[in-house]
């Protein structure tokens, strides 16, 4: 038997090569980071604004009641100052929403097997839907977990089974994983919930926490995974009048991100 020998000249490039390969690696991981923390900071600043334009807006509608009860002639005025506070508090929460997706996002590039994968995964599941260009595999509530509860249903645990046998595949372990629940704006109403989910966000948290519990059961390592609970605070449709929410809003997703982003 032959044994292959290599030059030491032709071992050294092939040395140089990896070392920049991996060295690329890093600084685009690191630039990622950069970006992550600079998007944050700017979320961070707009949540303050947001926080802020809630507050005048509160205040604008307890003057408006009184107005309204005393008869008073600014109550046009103080309506189009409701109206505009109401829009710029939407405007302000659609901003944070697209500003949180990039953030998680992250520029994920998902492989052709892995997103072939999963859309045949979505395929098969009703209760899900995939995004191969952002990379969010997204679970609707409703069919997930039983109103006011944390508890997967039994029919949806074997869903996230099956998923997480794809993201335990050799493709997918390059990535780390985001569990994002969400609410719609439906106050938390029975003591006996509220005693357990005290909010909105608990609650998005809660349900986040039992879908990693359930993956990390079936083989998906704790240190691929996060958890996030926005609560009702990114809808992706508008909720009906009067805090009556909307099906849509309620769901989970799984954000399929780079590793260490």
Not at 98 to 107: E, V
Not at 111 to 134: I, N, Q, W
Not at 151 to 180: G, Y
Request: aromatic share 6%.
């Amino acid at each position: 038997m032959r044994t292959a020998k290599f030059s030491p000249l032709l071992v050294f490039c092939l040395f140089l090569c990896a070392s920049v390969f991996v060295s690329g690696c890093q600084d685009k991981l690191k630039d990622l980071r950069i970006r992550n923390d600079i998007q944050s900071k700017k979320i961070a600043d707009i949540e303050s604004q947001l926080a802020d334009t809630l507050l005048k807006l509160e205040q604008a509608k307890s003057q408006l009641a009184v107005a309204k009860e005393q008869g008073g002639i600014e109550t046009d005025a103080l309506q189009q100052k409701v109206a505009a506070l109401v829009k710029d508090l939407e405007d302000k929460k659609a901003l944070i929403a697209q500003m949180q997706q990039r953030l998680l996002y992250g520029g994920a590039q998902i492989p052709v097997e892995l997103s072939t994968k999963l859309e045949d995964f979505a395929g098969r599941h009703e209760m899900v839907t995939y995004d191969p260009s952002t990379g969010i595999v997204k679970f609707k509530s409703d069919l997930l977990f039983e109103k006011g509860s944390d508890v997967v249903a039994s029919t949806a645990v074997e869903a996230v089974k099956s998923l997480c046998a794809i993201l335990n595949t050799d493709e997918a372990r390059k990535f780390d994983i985001v569990v994002a629940g969400h609410t719609d704006d439906i106050p938390i109403g029975k003591p006996e919930t509220r005693a357990k989910h005290p909010t909105n966000w608990h609650l998005s948290a809660h349900r986040a926490i039992s879908v990693l519990n359930i993956m990390a059961r079936n083989g998906i390592g704790q240190q691929r995974v996060s958890v996030r609970g926005f609560g009702e605070y990114r809808p992706v449709v508008p909720n009906q009048a009067g805090n009556k929410g909307n099906p849509q809003n309620r769901r989970v997703e799984l954000y399929i991100v780079p590793k260490g982003a």
